[in-house]
């Protein structure tokens, strides 16, 4: 086991985190055998990468990792419903060049998106959604560093593009709230979200807005700096942030409305909302 960087620029595995929240769950609950399974993976895993890895979510994985991301996963009420299909061989190379080309895209023309995507995401675990309950991509505290993208929905680049900048930065802010809690109100409170049609949390409506004017940020850097470029990519970037202005502008609303929010809580969101009515 190695969890000791080399250098700055290598990365901390998800799956150590799913390790400890594993590992802390079956001692409460006194799982010998899981205690004994976890910490032989701890012992027989690397847990440094030199790069973001694209994996394939299957049992190819390692059936007893693959239970114990999907397991995590479905611990958040937002995913609950989700059911994990394996991609088949072409859809997870035409992903992997999708996700591959957006590094490049982003690297290129958003480069400050790029490095903290970079620093943050660890394993891109790629699924395909059945037709009963459909979401796009995820993430989850609990293997910070890991997110999932759905393989089947589109095949466009700025698909890839939001996926990647809405799953850091829920990374980002569960970092942010390790120290400061953002919002203060009840998880009984439930209202109108700007990325669901369910009611939401105000954390998660919190969370949604944050995220929408980081991608926002993110297609403003791509479109400002490949202003020549009349691509069907930049095209699509065009529709799809004038929708996600909207988005975000029904969220901040709500969070005007009914959010507490500590100090920082406030200064983030407001800087967000400036950011968006100003570009």
């Known amino acids: 086991?190695?969890?000791?960087?080399?250098?700055?620029?290598?990365?901390?595995?998800?799956?150590?985190?799913?390790?400890?929240?594993?590992?802390?769950?079956a001692i409460e609950i006194k799982d010998v055998n899981s205690v004994q399974f976890l910490v032989n993976e701890l012992l027989s895993n690397e847990f440094l990468y030199d790069k973001t890895l694209i994996i394939k979510l299957s049992d190819e994985i390692g059936e007893k990792k693959f239970e114990i991301y999907k397991s995590l996963f479905l611990k958040d009420d937002t995913f609950s419903d989700v059911t994990f299909l394996i991609p088949n061989a072409e859809e997870y190379n035409q992903a992997s060049r999708n996700i591959s080309d957006s590094f490049n895209i982003l690297n290129k023309y958003a480069n400050n998106s790029f490095k903290e995507i970079n620093k943050l995401i660890t394993e891109i675990f790629l699924f395909n959604n059945d037709k009963s309950y459909i979401i796009s991509s995820g993430t989850s505290l609990n293997n910070f560093g890991s997110i999932y993208i759905s393989s089947n929905l589109k095949k466009s680049?700025?698909?890839y593009l939001e996926a990647l900048v809405h799953e850091s930065s829920h990374l980002y802010l569960f970092g942010i709230a390790l120290n400061d809690s953002i919002v203060l109100n009840s998880d009984e409170e439930r209202y109108s979200a700007p990325l669901r049609n369910d009611k939401r949390t105000m954390t998660g409506i919190y969370h949604a807005a944050f995220v929408i004017s980081r991608i926002i940020y993110s297609f403003n850097n791509i479109?400002?700096?490949?202003?020549?470029?009349?691509?069907?990519?930049?095209?699509?970037?065009?529709?799809?942030?004038?929708?996600?202005i909207s988005r975000f502008r029904g969220g901040y609303q709500t969070i005007l409305k009914h959010g507490k929010l500590t100090n920082l809580g406030k200064e983030i969101i407001q800087y967000a909302n400036k950011y968006v009515e100003e570009n």
Not at 16 to 22: D, G, K, M, P
Not at 223 to 244: F, H, P
């Open 1 to 25: 086991m190695r969890t000791h960087p080399r250098n700055s620029d290598q990365k901390l595995s998800g799956y150590l985190h799913a390790i400890h929240t594993n590992m802390i769950l």
């Open 157 to 159: 680049i700025p698909f």
């Open 223 to 244: 479109l400002n700096n490949n202003i020549n470029d009349e691509s069907k990519t930049n095209n699509e970037i065009i529709i799809r942030k004038k929708e996600l």
